[in-house]
C-alpha cells in the first residue's frame, strides 16, 4: 500500500470516527440551549461548513493564481476538485442556514446580505463550471476557470465583512469578539468545546475529499492524455 492510499485511509476513518463523535456529544450528550432551542445545534454543522466553504475557495483562489504563473496542470485539477468540494460545502451553508432560520427569524429565506452574498458565490461557482463544460480545449478550459474562479473568491471578504458593512440579521462572529485589542470567543466553553471539534472534523473532511477527488480527476487526465496519443 503506498503512502497516499494509507493517508486516504486514515482521513476516511477520521472523518467517519470524527463525525460519529461529534453527532453523539451534540445531539445526545449536550444540554439544549436556553433561548434558542433544539434549533441551536444546527451551528454545530452549520458554522464548520462555513469554515469549511472559505477554506475550498481559498485553495481555488490560491492554485488558479498558481495555474496562470505555472501553466502547469496540476494546480488546475486541484483548484477544479477543491471548487467541487466547496460547491457542495457552500450548498451545506446555504440549507443549514435556512433550516436555521425558519424557527429564528420565521422564513427560510430573506434577502440578508450575507445570505445574498453567499447565494452569488454558489451561482458564480455553478457558473465556473459550466465554463468547465463548455470548453473543449483543456488549457483553455484551464485558463478561463482560473480567472473566473479568482474573480469568484474575491465575494467571501464581502461575505465575511457584510455583517459590519451592512444592516442584517446575521449575528458578529460567533468564534471570535475583539475586545481590548483581543480576540476571544463570544460563547460559553461548554458550547464552544463542540464546536470546535465539529471544525476540525469538517476540515478534515474536506482534506479528504479533496485528496479522493484529485486522485480520480488525475487519473481521468492520464486516461484522456493516453486516449489522445492513441489516436494519431
Known amino acids: 500500500m503506498d503512502k497516499m492510499k494509507k493517508i486516504i485511509i486514515y482521513l476516511e476513518w477520521g472523518s467517519i470516527l470524527g463525525l460519529t463523535f461529534c453527532v453523539i456529544w451534540i445531539f445526545l450528550i449536550l444540554p439544549i440551549e436556553s433561548s434558542q432551542g433544539f434549533p441551536q445545534k444546527i ?4 458554522v464548520p461548513t462555513f469554515i469549511a466553504t472559505y477554506l475550498a475557495f481559498f485553495v481555488v483562489f490560491a ?5 496562470l504563473w505555472k501553466r502547469d496542470l496540476m494546480f488546475d485539477q486541484i483548484a477544479k476538485v477543491s471548487a467541487e468540494v466547496g460547491l457542495i460545502f457552500c450548498a451545506l451553508l446555504l440549507v443549514t442556514g435556512a433550516i436555521w432560520g425558519r424557527p429564528t427569524w420565521g422564513t427560510y429565506w430573506v434577502w440578508d446580505a450575507r445570505l445574498t452574498t ?3 458565490l454558489f451561482l458564480i461557482f455553478m457558473g465556473y463550471f459550466l465554463l468547465r463544460m463548455s470548453v473543449s480545449d483543456r488549457d483553455k478550459e484551464a485558463r478561463l476557470a482560473s480567472v473566473l474562479g479568482i474573480i469568484g473568491c474575491l465575494d467571501i471578504p464581502i461575505i465575511h465583512k457584510s455583517v459590519e458593512w451592512w444592516r442584517t440579521l446575521h449575528q458578529p462572529s460567533t468564534l471570535f469578539k475583539v ?3 483581543k480576540a476571544s470567543p463570544s460563547i460559553p466553553q461548554e458550547l464552544l468545546n463542540p464546536l470546535l471539534a465539529s471544525i476540525i472534523v469538517i476540515l478534515v473532511f474536506y482534506l479528504y475529499l ?3 477527488r484529485f486522485q480520480s480527476e488525475k487519473r481521468k487526465e492520464e486516461l484522456n492524455q493516453l486516449i489522445t496519443e492513441t489516436q494519431f
Do not use: D, Q
Not at 451551528?43 to 452549520?46: K, N, S, T
Not at 492554485?63 to 495555474?67: E, T
Open 179 to 181: 475586545e481590548s485589542g
Open 210 to 212: 479533496l485528496i479522493l
Open 63 to 67: 492554485f488558479s493564481i498558481a495555474y
Open 43 to 46: 451551528m454545530y454543522l452549520h
Open 118 to 120: 453567499t447565494l452569488l
